[in-house]
C-alpha cells in the first residue's frame, strides 16, 4: 500500500493561496468599481432633485405675478444663479426664465412660462425645464 507524507495530505500550497488570493482581489474590485458606479448615480439623482426643487420654487414665484406685470423687473426674460448645498459642499445652478406671448382664446391672452435649471456635474452641462400657462 503506497505511502504518503504528511507534509502533502493537509492544507494550502503556496501556489493555491496565491491564486486564491488573486481571484479574491478580482472580485473585489469588481465590487469596488459597482460601489462607486452607485455612488456616483445617487449624487447625480441628489442634485437633480434640488434642480428640480429650484425650478419649482422659481416658477411659483412666478405664477403668483400679476398677468400685466409678467414682462417685467425681476420676472422679465432673465437669468439668474443661485446657490445649494449639497452634502456640504455648495452647487450653483443658472436659472433660465423666459415667457412667450401665445395666442388669445376665449378667456383672453396667455403665456408661455418656462423655466430651466442648469448645472453642471463633473464637467457635463445637465438642466431642467418645466412649462407652465397663464392667462388673464
Do not use: C
Not at 423687473?73 to 445649494?84: C, L
Request: hydrophobic share 40%; aromatic share 8%.
Amino acid at each position: 500500500m503506497p505511502t504518503t507524507s504528511r507534509s502533502n495530505s493537509g492544507g494550502f500550497t503556496l501556489i493555491e493561496m496565491l491564486m486564491a488570493m488573486l481571484v479574491m482581489t478580482v472580485g473585489l474590485l469588481g465590487l469596488l468599481q459597482s460601489v462607486n458606479i452607485a455612488y456616483e448615480q445617487s449624487r447625480r439623482n441628489k442634485v437633480r432633485e434640488i434642480a428640480v426643487l429650484v425650478a419649482e420654487e422659481q416658477m411659483n414665484d412666478w405664477r403668483r405675478v400679476s398677468f400685466q406685470n409678467m414682462t417685467a423687473g425681476r420676472f422679465a426674460d432673465s437669468a439668474s444663479f443661485i446657490d445649494k448645498t449639497m452634502s456640504g459642499a455648495p452647487m450653483r445652478f443658472t436659472i433660465l426664465r423666459r415667457n412667450d406671448a401665445m395666442g388669445s382664446g376665449p378667456s383672453g391672452n396667455y403665456r408661455r412660462l418656462k423655466v430651466e435649471v442648469e448645472w453642471r456635474l463633473k464637467d457635463q452641462l445637465l438642466n431642467h425645464k418645466i412649462y407652465a400657462l397663464k392667462n388673464r
